[in-house]
């Protein structure tokens, strides 16, 4: 009985060292977040044209991108709140350093990326 015992100890406090939820946009570096909904696919369309274009020179961002759906929004920081489906956002550390919302071409998404990143 007491093996049991212990057993069940040591799961509840390893348990407890990881209910620490981690963050959903990493606080380092810079980061590629693209808001979706299943409501505005039609939105949605040059988003992924530009994300897609965007792998060829930037795979490793494109990769780690971050997909946030509205279901994802209350665990966000407040300073990642859009106001509008579909979004693109990119950020260095806690700071928004591109946004694009709701419908646009895909020119309007990837141009500023590429410059931006370019530039970095």
Do not use: W
């Amino acid at each position: 009985m007491k093996p049991y015992l212990i057993l069940v100890l040591v799961l509840f406090l390893l348990s407890s060292c990881s209910s620490e939820e981690k963050p959903m946009i990493q606080t380092d570096g810079v980061n590629l977040i693209f808001f979706t909904d299943d409501a505005h696919f039609e939105k949605e369309i040059s988003y992924y044209d530009a994300i897609l274009e965007l792998r060829k020179t930037y795979p490793t961002l494109v990769n780690k991108m971050k997909v946030i759906t509205p279901n994802d929004l209350d665990r966000l920081e407040e300073q990642l709140h859009v106001d509008e489906f579909p979004a693109l956002l990119i950020t260095n550390g806690n700071t928004i350093i591109f946004s694009v919302e709701g419908a646009a071409p895909k020119e309007e998404i990837i141009n500023p990326v590429v410059q931006l990143l370019s530039s970095n």
